[in-house]
């Protein structure tokens, strides 16, 4: 269980399917990817983060938020507890808006190794929205120009105009065993044209992983957050 939609997932599907057992364990490994969580100082990316768990039910985040606080009550390092700072409202109010205007998307491109693999080739995907503007993933499996021809190129682009964004690439290692997502990120200002990796991975390596193309079919995720 790697990320809250993964096991968000996991427990909807055992639920339909009246698991019960499955469905517990799945809100047990729910959780405790919550604890083992690292902290982190990017509020908005935790608010995000936490917003996915409106998908629960009430009964199943009862439960999640139950073991969650189990787990809280097991004795801290000092270090820890002394390190903690709760943010201020002006913080906080910052971190809300910053949430407001994120989005994360994730898109499976399936019959992967039988697209296209010329350089400037790019493949598009659906339109998505984040801060009430339209965006796109594009992925280049043959490199974004001949320069870049080794490498798989990864993309996101504004539908119109120019916005200062900070973007996040995830490739998706589909093995459940040690699984080794590739993650990318940036800040700056978006244009029309795009802005990204032109050498997010060399294409040696993605074949090297089979992780990465599981049922020739490779997932990236991106949390793009919109600054201005």
Known sequence: ????????????????CHQTELRLACIAGLAKWLVAQEPTDDLAASIADAQQLQQLDSGTLALVLGLVMGAARQPAPSKQLLAYRAPSDGEMATAIQQAANSAIYEWRIERYLQQPAQAGNALRSPWFRAAGR?????VYPGGFTQEHAGHVSVFVAPKEGTHKVAVTFTLIYQTKELPQHLIRSFEAAATVDGWGYPTFLSRDSLRARPGYLTGNTFVIRARVRVLA
């Open 1 to 16: 269980m790697r990320t809250t939609d993964e096991a968000i997932t996991w427990i909807e599907a055992a639920e339909q």
């Open 134 to 138: 339209e965006w796109q993933l594009l």
